[in-house]
């Protein structure tokens, strides 16, 4: 890796290509799942916090290009528990590299950083992390989904 930066998040230290991982997220698509599930994270992920953002723009990671979100439930507080992941071109160099538990990065949100790729965009290339995360956002749709 020519253009890479050693960053340290929570347990892992991990080394990114920025520039690269930005270029690639250039040329893919905004998640394209028409399901009102998908269509909610669209919009509420602009809400993030700023420290949670800062990690999506610090690995050159685009919010609204995941390969996978999905929801699991939703709280009595009426936030709806999300989860999915993004990759980003670099390497662990210290810490888990096999998901076996997230860690809590802010109130609500919780990461895991693995070596162990699925559903990689093919404009990826070598070498490779997954960023996995859960959390709770807001429903912001004016429609509402069925329970």
Request: include cysteine; charge should be negative; charged fraction near 25%.
């Amino acid at each position: 890796m020519e253009n890479f930066e050693i960053m340290t998040v929570l347990n892992w230290k991990i080394k990114v290509d920025i520039k690269k991982t930005l270029e690639v997220y250039k040329s893919i698509s905004v998640i394209n799942c028409e399901c009102i599930y998908c269509q909610n994270y669209l919009q509420a992920c602009d809400l993030y916090e700023p420290e949670i953002k800062k990690l999506f723009d610090n690995l050159g990671v685009d919010v609204k290009k995941s390969p996978e979100i999905y929801t699991m439930n939703q709280g009595e507080d009426g936030r709806h528990f999300y989860g999915g992941w993004y990759h980003f071109i670099g390497e662990i160099i210290d810490g888990e590299k096999e998901l076996k538990s997230y860690q809590t990065f802010s109130k609500d949100f919780q990461i895991a950083f693995t070596e162990t790729i699925y559903m990689k965009n093919d404009q990826f290339t070598d070498p490779i992390v997954q960023l996995e995360f859960v959390g709770y956002l807001p429903w912001v749709l004016d429609a509402k989904p069925e329970i």
